[in-house]
């Protein structure tokens, strides 16, 4: 089935990464490989999000390649056929004829014909550009189709001379969103706050973790999304302190903050939020204070986010407050900028305050230009996400173990500044205590 977005947005990025890549060129790209669940049960598929963002084309078992300047056509698919038998049990196959009628393609040959293809379509052109390194098997493939070209030279044929890293170019170009993809993205956000407004609404003492994913879940495929962007996290009482917890399995204790790290998946979209808040609808003295300070360094980070500013200036403001933060509830001693220096803060703060975020949660695109950090440009979209973990055993007065606490919301570059896409979700104090006691 043809994407949400029209057709134009899938050409115009591959006449972009062709116009990159040069007319001595030729790119190769396999799509995702169906991943085995149990036995004879697989995950449910999702492309690889390269070869979705230059084809849309939602099917495994399938190589694309672009190849500028080729009279008989610049964008050609190899896939599956199409199999009546295997499509009663296993879903509907677009073959070759319905890549080209649905998805733009200019020439469509059978999967089991490329091995004999591909090397045609090597052939003449000095520069091929793959993800190397990311499917052995089939770099494998693709060096014996430019190896069996090589051994023909003394026939006049003409081998590639130089393999390329694919992601350098078309990375670049994921990481800049069009107007379209913005929409994607802001639906995909609306979504996922009205997934962390619902499960603050039903959180309670008693319940299980896995309940409040099963609400999040429950909103993110009721407003058609299939799957969320990644495994949630619904971590309550110390569980919050591990950054990636994801068995979602204790039970909800009168007392405790729950972290809820959780984002939906829209027409390949990801959102990412995450917000913290008490199980009982009141924080206490230790967990308003400690919130209190995750809260101003992210919007500490947040005035730093603009175009011209660097990726890592709003990482170094809420790594000022954090710190001050700390120090101020006797959690670290010593001078600040000494502290700051030495990383004391790294005890309670050890990851970095966002990422990129597009069609993966974890975004492509560098961080660095030159060994500088990269400015930041409008149409970039990131998060912005501090924490606090006190961990159960550290040494520390007991009023404070045990706390985890992060804030995440979604930022848009734009030309006047940023728009935080998922500012719906409450993340004030009061605001949320409001909210979960039905207020608003």
């Known amino acids: 089935m043809p994407a949400s977005l029209p057709p134009e947005e899938f050409a115009r990025r591959r006449r972009a990464l062709m116009n ?103 052939q003449g052109r000095g520069k091929v550009y793959c993800a190397m390194g990311a499917r052995p098997g089939f770099d494998r493939r693709l060096l014996d189709a430019v190896q069996g070209l090589r051994a023909r030279a003394r026939a006049g044929v ?49 319940l299980y973790e896995y309940e409040l994913e099963a609400e999040i879940m429950h909103e993110f495929m009721r407003q058609g999304c299939v799957a969320a962007a990644y495994n949630s996290i619904v971590g309550a009482g110390a569980n919050a302190c591990i950054l990636h917890y994801v068995e979602n399995r204790d039970r909800l204790q009168e007392g405790d903050l729950v972290l809820i790290d959780a984002g939906a998946e829209y027409e390949s979209y990801a959102a990412d939020i995450t917000r913290t808040f008490p199980v009982n609808g009141r924080f206490s003295a230790a967990q308003r204070d400690l919130y209190e300070v995750v809260l101003q360094a992210q919007q500490a980070a947040m005035a730093q986010i603009y175009p011209g500013a660097h990726w890592n200036d709003a990482h170094d403001a809420a ?106 979700a409450p993340k004030g104090v009061q605001e949320i205590e409001d909210w979960m006691r039905g207020a608003g």
């Open 319 to 424: 790594v000022r407050v954090i710190t001050t933060g700390l120090r101020d509830l006797g959690l670290l001693r010593g001078e600040l900028d000494e502290l700051i220096a030495s990383e004391a803060y790294r005890a309670y703060y050890m990851h970095r305050t966002g990422h990129w975020l597009g069609m993966d949660v974890h975004d492509v695109g560098d961080y660095k230009v030159d060994e500088q950090w990269r400015q930041l440009e409008p149409g970039m979209v990131l998060t912005v996400e501090p924490g606090l973990y006190i961990a159960p055993d550290a040494e520390v007065d007991a009023h404070w173990r045990g706390i985890g606490i992060r804030i995440e919301d979604d930022v848009l570059l734009t030309r006047q500044g940023h728009e935080v896409l998922t500012a719906g």
């Open 158 to 206: 003409h081998a590639p001379g130089e393999f390329l890293m694919l992601d350098h170019l078309l990375h670049d170009l994921r990481l800049f969103k069009s107007a379209e993809e913005i929409r994607l993205m802001r639906k995909a956000a609306a979504i996922s706050v009205q997934a962390h407004k619902r499960a603050m609404r039903a959180c309670r003492a008693g």
């Open 20 to 122: 990159m890549m040069g007319e001595d060129s030729i790119a190769v790209l396999p799509a995702a490989e169906q991943a085995l669940r149990n036995r004879d049960s697989e995950y449910r598929y999702r492309q690889d999000s390269d070869f979705y963002y230059l084809s849309a084309f939602p099917e495994p078992e399938a190589v694309l390649c672009l190849i500028p300047g080729r009279p008989e056509g610049e964008f050609v698919m190899f896939c599956r056929p199409r199999d009546k038998t295997l499509e009663i049990w296993n879903g509907r196959r677009s073959g070759p004829q319905g890549a080209i009628d649905d998805y733009g393609v200019d020439q469509a040959f059978l999967i089991e014909e490329l091995d004999t293809r591909l090397p045609q379509l090597l």
